[in-house]
C-alpha cells in the first residue's frame, strides 16, 4: 500500500518539556509545572528539531498482547489527548512517568523529554493531528559571546542540546485508532530501537510494500551469509546479483517468478531457500502468506537502500578484489574460474573488449 506523509504546514499547538533521571541511580521524574509558550523563532527552531530525524518511509502500529489496545500505555496517554486536548498536560506526565519505569536497557541515559501536540500533517491528503514525543539525551559545549559594546565582548561556555538530530523520537498520527494508529519514528541505533520500539512503545512495523521489498532482501542476504557461506565466493555473488537484478527489474513480487529467474534449474538451493524462508518469517513476525499468496508492489527506495548493504566484492589474497556489478557478467561467461597446477593457485579469468 503507498502512502504519503507530508510535514510542509505541521506546526506546534502545545509543548511542554519535561526531566527524567537515570533508573538505575534512582534519580526519579522532574515534571515541568506548566507547557511551554515559545517564540514563533524557537518554535520553528524546535519543530525542525524534531521533525529532521522521522522516517516516514516506516509506519508502525501500537498493540497489546490482550487485543485491548487501552492497555497499551502509549497508546492510551494518545487516545486520551486525542479526544481532549485540555488533558495534553497530565498526560504528559503519564508518558514521562511510563517512559522513566521503562528504562531499564543498558544503553538508556537521563535526558529531557519533550511531549509535542502537533496539527497540520497530511496522511493521503487528510489533515490530521499527531501526538509526538522525543527524547535528547546528548549534551555538547558550546562558546557563547556576549557583545556589551562595540568593541567590548565577554565570552564564557555554556551546556546544550545540539540541534542536530534528537536521540529518540516517535510521532502518532491520529488516524486508524482502531487498528493502533499509525506511528512514524526517529532513526535510533539497533543497539537501543528495541527499548524504545517494544518495551516503551510496544510497536509493531506496518508490513506494507516498503517492509516486505526490504524484508525479502533481507532474507537473501542472511541466506546467503548462513546457507551458502561454504560456496565458491563467485556462486553467492551470482545468487544476490540475481536478486537484486530481479527486484531491480521488476515492479510487482511474484515468488514463482523469482525462483525460476534466481535459481533456474538448481533444485537444491531452491530447497534449501524455502527451508530457510520459512525459518526466517516465523522469527521476524512475518505474516505467512505475506511473501506467496499475494504478493506486493517492490518499493524502488528500498531496494536502493538494501543495495548498499549488498557486498558485491571477491577478495582475493594477493591484494586484488574484484567487483561484480551484475548476475550478467556470470551468465554471459565474461567470468571464468580455474585452477593452475603448476603454480598451485586458484584463478579467475575476466573477458572484455576494453578498459574503462
Known amino acids: 500500500m503507498e502512502y504519503n506523509i507530508h510535514f510542509d ?23 515541568a509545572k506548566q507547557v511551554l509558550n515559545p517564540s514563533e523563532e524557537l518554535r520553528d527552531t524546535l519543530q525542525n528539531f524534531f521533525l529532521s530525524a522521522i522516517k516516514k518511509d516506516e509506519l508502525f502500529h501500537f498493540y497489546h498482547e490482550s487485543d485491548d489496545l487501552m492497555q497499551n500505555e502509549i497508546y492510551a496517554y494518545a487516545n486520551y ?55 535528547s539525551e546528548t549534551k555538547d559545549r558550546f562558546i557563547k559571546i556576549h557583545t556589551q559594546s562595540a568593541a567590548d ?27 493502533g494508529f499509525q506511528v512514524i519514528s526517529t532513526g535510533i541505533k539497533s543497539t537501543e530501537a528495541r527499548f524504545w520500539l517494544d518495551d516503551f512503545m510496544k510497536v509493531l512495523q506496518e508490513q506494507d510494500d516498503n517492509y516486505l521489498t526490504k524484508s525479502y532482501l533481507n532474507l537473501c542476504k542472511d541466506f546467503t551469509k548462513k546457507v551458502l557461506s561454504k560456496e565458491e565466493k563467485d556462486e553467492q555473488l551470482g545468487f544476490i546479483n540475481k536478486a537484486l537484478d530481479y527486484f531491480q527489474t521488476n515492479n510487482d513480487f511474484e515468488a514463482n517468478a523469482f525462483k525460476e529467474e534466481v535459481f533456474g534449474e538448481n533444485d537444491e538451493w531452491a530447497d534449501k531457500f524455502e527451508a530457510y524462508k520459512k525459518d526466517y518469517t516465523n522469527k521476524q513476525g512475518i505474516q505467512d502468506d505475506a511473501f506467496e499468496d499475494f504478493g506486493f508492489s517492490i518499493s524502488p527506495d528500498a531496494v536502493k537502500k538494501a543495495k548498499r548493504g549488498f ?22 561467461g565474461f567470468l571464468e574460474k580455474g585452477y593452475d597446477d603448476e603454480r598451485k593457485m586458484h584463478y579467475y579469468k575476466v573477458y572484455f573488449n576494453e578498459e574503462k
Open 9 to 31: 504546514d505541521v506546526q506546534i499547538q502545545q509543548l511542554v518539556l519535561h526531566k527524567l533521571g537515570s533508573l538505575d541511580q534512582n534519580e526519579g521524574v522532574f515534571p
Open 81 to 135: 489527548i486525542f479526544n481532549d486536548n485540555k488533558d495534553f498536560y497530565n498526560q504528559s506526565i503519564n508518558i514521562l512517568k511510563h517512559l522513566y519505569n521503562r528504562s531499564r536497557h543498558a544503553k538508556t541515559q537521563a535526558g529531557d523529554l519533550y511531549v509535542v501536540h502537533f496539527e497540520g500533517f497530511v496522511y493521503n491528503d487528510e489533515q490530521v493531528e499527531a501526538l509526538g514525543i522525543f527524547k
Open 153 to 179: 565582548f565577554a565570552i564564557h561556555c555554556e551546556e546544550g542540546t545540539p540541534l542536530s538530530k534528537v536521540d529518540k523520537g516517535c510521532i502518532i498520527l491520529n488516524n486508524e485508532a482502531e487498528n
Open 311 to 332: 557486498k558485491n566484492i571477491i577478495q582475493l589474497d594477493t591484494q586484488v578484489e574484484l567487483k561484480l556489478h551484475s548476475a550478467q557478467v556470470q551468465e554471459d
